[in-house]
């Protein structure tokens, strides 16, 4: 079993794109830049835009926060949205969700200009991620097939089955997968809680990826030998033994599965490290297109 380590690999693509930033800005030229709207002060998304933030700056990326409390409406913020659309000096916009009950994601999702949308969410992009034309992938799927490319893990015919349907992970991921392309060209079915007998379908998995949103979900009687294990998952859970209280694991009971897998994600440290790179990723690539 080899674990697949997210921290090393997101670690080599900053400093390639640290290289490639460096160089922008040999030429003269202004470097990319990122905006991460945050609205209301959920911590975990605080933390996440800060994380943002910080890696921009550590590969000399030009970034702004633009914090926003939880009474914005929906007409500021979609005006705050169409200035940095206008701003030449922004070139990937992120709208940190989820977003407060009284603003319409949907909306404001649309609202950002699709070559910004780095986050991949615009219906534009998700249509274009489906016909298979060059787009804007979301980070955390764009992360997941770099980890599978760089490990070089065979894609093409395996059967990839994803658990879980939202539009950030489990959809695209899917979409990626099954792309006629060097990386993918993978035969995928994607289930879901609605699934009478979810363990007939990851049982058949030689890529499985876990993207359900409950601790330890994925047990080792749900999995084939030497399956591949991509965990998405990010779950706190009480533990009294650590100085915290609690300690963050996957949707795969990792202690199990991983005596049958071949290759298998840590949680932390796998996936989550990459969604940031890949985040980085798309900033440059819309830096370039604009
Ligand atoms: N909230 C959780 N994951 C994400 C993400 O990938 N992008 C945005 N914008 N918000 C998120």
Redesign the pocket.
């Known amino acids: 079993m080899q674990i697949i380590d997210g921290k090393k690999i997101s670690a080599e693509i900053k400093e390639e794109l640290k290289t490639e930033i460096a160089r922008i800005i040999s030429e003269g030229k202004n470097p990319p830049g990122l905006v991460t709207i945050l609205v209301g002060d959920d911590p975990a998304?605080s933390v996440?835009v800060k994380m943002k933030n910080k890696a921009c700056a550590a590969i000399g990326m030009y970034s702004e926060i633009k914090k926003l409390d939880a009474e914005t409406t929906e007409e500021e913020l979609l005006k705050i949205i169409n200035e940095y659309n206008n701003n030449p000096k922004i070139h990937g916009i992120?709208?940190?969700?989820?977003l407060p009950k009284h603003i319409n994601e949907d909306k404001v999702i649309e609202s950002i200009l699709p070559k910004k949308d780095v986050?991949g969410?615009h219906p534009y992009n998700v249509g274009n991620l489906v016909i298979g034309k060059e787009t804007f992938k979301?980070?955390?799927p764009y992360g997941i097939v770099e980890l599978l490319r760089r490990y070089n893990i065979e894609t093409k015919g395996k059967h990839v089955v994803v658990v879980g349907r939202s539009n950030?992970v489990g959809k695209p991921v899917a979409n990626l997968m099954l792309q006629k392309e060097e990386g993918a060209n993978s035969v995928v079915t994607v289930c879901h809680s609605a699934a009478r007998d979810l363990s007939y379908f990851t049982k058949q998995a030689d890529i499985l990826i876990a993207a359900i949103g409950k601790a330890n979900f994925i047990t080792e009687d749900m999995v084939k030998e030497n399956v591949v294990v991509i965990d998405v998952g990010i779950n706190s859970i009480d533990d009294p033994a650590t100085k915290k209280g609690y300690r963050l694991v996957g949707d795969v009971d990792f202690e199990n599965v991983s005596k049958k897998a071949s290759y298998i994600t840590p949680v932390p440290g796998g996936v989550g490290p990459m969604?940031i790179a890949m985040?980085l990723k798309n900033t440059l690539q819309a830096y370039n297109l604009q």
């Open positions: 998304s996440y992120l709208v940190q969700l989820p986050d969410f979301s980070c955390t950030i969604t985040l």
